[in-house]
C-alpha cells in the first residue's frame, strides 16, 4: 500500500515509459529493467539493468515480464502474467555506476504494445526524478521525487542520491529500474540504498552518464534520445520518407469504398508495409 499503480492518474504522463519497463525474473529472485530506444531506432531489443541483478546469475534463464500492472488504481488487481519474453545475452556489465545491459533473446511482440524509452547521457543534473518498477516483485509501480538529485556515491558506484521520495518509494526487486529526469529522459538505474515501505530516503541510482562510454558501442552515439513507440513505426524505417493518404476517408461515412495509399519516398526498397487503424478513433 505504499506504493502508486501505475494505473493510478498520476502516471498519466508517463504512459510511454510505462510501457518500456519490465519485470525480471531471475534465478534467485527479482529485478526491474527498460527496454532503451537506439539512435538508429532499429528496434533492437536493448534492456538496461542492474549489474549487481546479474552476480551469480545466468542471464540466458531470465524471463522479462511485460505490463504486469494492476488494471484499477485501487483496489489492486492481478494483472494479465503471459507477456513474457523468455532469455537474453549480457552485452556489458560494470560496477562502476551498478549498470548492466542485456539484449534479449525476442523482440517483444506488437501485441505487448512496448516502447523504447528514451535517455539523456548529458550528465546535466535533474530537476525532479520518476521511477517505474517492481518492488519486491510485486506489480508495476511508479514513485516521484519532486527535488533535485544529487551526484553521490553507493559502495563506490557514481550515482544520482535521491535524498527522499515525495509520493511512493521503492523496494527490493526495484533494482535495475529506470530513473527518468523531468524531461523524460532516463538518467539511471537503481542500485540500492535505505528506502523501503515506512521509509521513502536515501536511494542510489547508478549515472547513466557515466554508464554511456561503456553503453554507446551498442546504443550509437547521440547523447540524448526521445523514446520511441515500436508499434507507431514499422521496424527499419523512417517514417518522414513515408506519405500516407486517404486516412481520412475511413472516418468519413459517405465515403465509398475508402483506400489508404503509403507511398514509399525512399531509396531502400521495401517488401511490405504494416498500418493498424482503430476506425473508433481510439489508439492503434
Given at each position: 500500500e505504499c506504493n502508486i499503480n501505475v494505473i493510478c492518474p498520476e502516471g498519466d504522463p508517463w504512459r510511454d515509459q510505462i510501457r518500456s519497463v519490465a519485470l525480471i525474473q531471475t534465478d534467485g529472485g527479482y529485478c526491474t529493467g527498460t527496454l532503451l530506444n537506439n539512435c538508429a531506432q532499429d528496434g533492437t531489443p536493448y534492456f538496461l539493468t542492474a549489474n549487481h541483478c546479474t552476480q551469480g546469475e545466468n542471464v540466458s534463464n531470465w524471463v522479462f515480464r511485460f505490463k504486469w500492472e494492476s488494471p484499477t488504481c485501487t483496489p489492486t488487481a492481478n494483472g494479465p502474467t503471459k507477456k513474457t519474453v523468455s532469455g537474453s545475452t549480457l552485452l556489458v556489465n560494470s560496477a562502476g555506476?551498478?549498470?548492466?545491459?542485456?539484449?534479449?533473446?525476442?523482440?517483444?511482440?506488437?501485441?505487448?504494445?512496448?516502447?523504447?524509452?528514451?535517455?539523456?547521457?548529458?550528465?546535466?543534473?535533474?530537476?525532479?526524478?520518476?521511477?517505474?518498477?517492481?518492488?519486491?516483485?510485486?506489480?508495476?509501480?511508479?514513485?516521484?521525487?519532486?527535488?533535485?538529485?544529487?551526484?553521490?556515491?553507493?559502495?563506490?558506484?557514481?550515482?544520482?542520491?535521491?535524498?527522499?521520495?515525495?509520493?511512493?518509494?521503492?523496494?527490493?526487486?526495484?533494482?535495475?529500474?529506470?530513473?527518468?529526469?523531468?524531461?523524460?529522459?532516463?538518467?539511471?538505474?537503481?542500485?540500492?540504498?535505505?528506502?523501503?515501505?515506512?521509509?521513502?530516503?536515501?536511494?542510489?541510482?547508478?549515472?547513466?552518464?557515466?554508464?554511456?562510454?561503456?553503453?554507446?558501442?551498442?546504443?550509437?552515439a547521440c547523447e540524448m534520445l526521445d523514446g520511441w513507440d515500436a508499434n507507431a513505426t514499422p521496424l527499419g524505417l523512417d517514417a518522414q520518407l513515408l506519405s500516407i493518404t486517404g486516412i481520412e476517408d475511413l472516418c468519413n461515412e459517405g465515403t465509398l469504398n475508402p483506400s489508404i495509399t503509403i507511398k514509399n519516398n525512399g531509396t531502400t526498397a521495401l517488401s511490405s508495409v504494416t498500418y493498424t487503424y482503430d476506425v473508433d478513433g481510439g489508439p492503434p
Open positions: 555506476s551498478d549498470v548492466a545491459l542485456l539484449q534479449l533473446n525476442t523482440t517483444p511482440p506488437a501485441s505487448y504494445q512496448v516502447y523504447y524509452a528514451g535517455w539523456d547521457a548529458s550528465g546535466a543534473a535533474p530537476s525532479s526524478q520518476t521511477c517505474i518498477h517492481h518492488p519486491s516483485g510485486d506489480i508495476k509501480k511508479i514513485s516521484f521525487d519532486n527535488n533535485s538529485a544529487t551526484p553521490g556515491t553507493y559502495n563506490s558506484a557514481q550515482c544520482w542520491h535521491i535524498l527522499a521520495w515525495d509520493d511512493g518509494t521503492t523496494e527490493p526487486g526495484s533494482s535495475g529500474s529506470g530513473l527518468w529526469n523531468q524531461d523524460h529522459h532516463l538518467i539511471g538505474q537503481l542500485f540500492g540504498g535505505q528506502a523501503q515501505c515506512g521509509n521513502n530516503v536515501n536511494d542510489y541510482f547508478g549515472r547513466f552518464d557515466v554508464s554511456y562510454p561503456l553503453l554507446d558501442n551498442w546504443l550509437g
